[in-house]
């Protein structure tokens, strides 16, 4: 009997050792300008070339991180900007088409997202279309539960390769007491709401 008193009382000291999310050390980080936006997996580009309409397409980043475009094939878009596609394509373009002017717009972002499990009515996986707080993220997932756990919000997030956990204490944020846990989602956070 005492073990099974040691285990319920074991998760609540844990949780209370999780550090809150305000000392991230990633907190003021805010997204890249879009001329530093990264292409990942599944975003849609639009591809223009001027006066070569042939050549002008509209693609999506495939998972093995390539696009394929008329004349020069596959083409290794993931992980580079806009700009660096851009240049990248005129390059390849220069062997087809003289003094070629390429043009690489983001069409739809759908490489970011963010998770959000537990204790919210419409727990997944969402698109990270904007920059977006806490409380916007918990909207989309309809909110919380009746029973969920409020000031035990755990944010999964990887920090420099490795794979960290905050609380977030609801209650806090909504009463205005502590505004700077309604931190930014970023690419690939999850959220569990115990």
Known sequence: MSLLLAGAVFPTSCTNQIPLVNTLPSHGISYPEKESYIIGPSDVLDISVWKEP????QVVVR????ITLPLIDDIQAENL????LQTKIEQKY?????????????FASNSRKYYIHGKVEKPGEYLLQKQMTFL?????????????????IQLIRK????????????DAIISGKDLKQNIL?????????P
């Open 63 to 66: 998972m093995d991180g390539k």
């Open 94 to 106: 220069k062997d087809f088409v003289e003094a070629p002017e390429v043009t690489v717009i983001l």
């Open 185 to 193: 989602i970023m690419p690939d956070d999850t959220l569990y709401v």
């Open 81 to 84: 900007t806009l700009s660096d």
């Open 54 to 57: 042939e050549l002008s397409k």
């Open 136 to 152: 916007q993220a918990l909207t989309l997932a309809g909110g919380l539960q009746k029973w969920a756990d409020r000031d035990n």
């Open 159 to 170: 920090i420099e390769g490795i794979e960290q956990i905050f609380r977030i204490d609801y």
